[in-house]
């Protein structure tokens, strides 16, 4: 079974500085998806990024970009020039087909708060 | 946009009550999942539907039951609340095509049901 781990529960950054979220994953896979989600406070949850793992060249999107070693199966999630509106709990999830449908595993979550 | 829009935000329920919630999604997917989400612990899955009428266990499925009658909508049935349900239980679709570009989960806003 596939398992996602994210070691730090809570992060604090300053407005407009960087920070990495770090996410570890388990799988015995070959192909498959990596994601991460925001939660914003009371706040339906949105796709940040996301990464097909038989792509080397890691992805970006805006601010956001991420660091994807496969080998180390390994899916940091960088967020530059940090804004408010950051402030959210990030979900790192791994996803793979299964027969007819898909199986998503979500880590527990970190909670980002961007500091003023 | 795709939107999936659950039928209560908040909803107060009382120990031995049968509990409907409901998901409806617009983008014609053919996936639908039911998560609970609790601190610490990420999302678990609890069911998910690749089609009408068809439905899996996932990891926490005891005390839960769902049905998926078209395929826009998909419920999530507690058929006697109790006390340890108490969560915030979160909707998702996705459109299952394996390679393609949208194959992420889009969620609902969720609803956060007590059980008293």
């Known amino acids: 079974a596939q398992t996602v781990t994210q070691s730090q529960p809570e992060m604090s950054v300053q407005e407009a500085e960087t920070v990495t979220l770090s996410c570890t994953y388990d799988?015995?896979?070959?192909?498959?998806?990596l994601f991460w989600y925001k939660q914003p406070p009371s706040r339906q949850m949105i796709l940040v990024i996301r990464?097909?793992?038989?792509?080397?060249q890691n992805a970006t999107e805006n601010r956001f970009s991420v660091n994807f070693q496969k080998a180390a199966k390994s899916f940091s999630l960088k967020i530059s020039d940090s804004q408010l509106g950051d402030t959210a709990m990030y979900f790192c999830?791994?996803?793979?087909?299964?027969?007819?449908?898909?199986?998503?595993?979500f880590g527990p979550g970190t909670r980002l708060s961007v500091l003023p | 946009d795709v939107k999936v829009t659950q039928s209560s935000r908040y909803l107060v329920k009382r120990t031995g009550e049968k509990v409907f919630l409901e998901c409806v999604q617009d983008?014609?997917?053919?996936?639908m999942f039911w998560y609970r989400q609790d601190p610490g612990l990420g999302l678990r899955l609890i069911y998910f539907?690749?089609?009408?009428?068809?439905?899996e266990k996932g990891d926490i499925p005891e005390g839960y039951s769902v049905s998926r009658e078209k395929k826009e909508r998909f419920s999530l049935i507690l058929e006697s609340a109790s006390t340890n349900q108490t969560s915030m239980y979160l909707c998702?679709?996705?459109?299952?095509?394996?390679?393609?570009?949208?194959?992420?989960?889009?969620f609902g806003p969720g609803t956060r049901l007590t059980v008293l």
């Open positions: 998702a679709s996705s459109f299952p095509l394996a390679g393609g570009p949208y194959n992420e989960q889009f």
């Open positions: 799988t015995s896979e070959n192909n498959y998806y």
């Open positions: 990464q097909e793992a038989y792509k080397q």
């Open positions: 999830a791994f996803m793979k087909h299964v027969g007819y449908g898909q199986n998503f595993v």
């Open positions: 983008m014609d997917h053919e996936n």
């Open positions: 539907s690749y089609d009408v009428k068809m439905k």
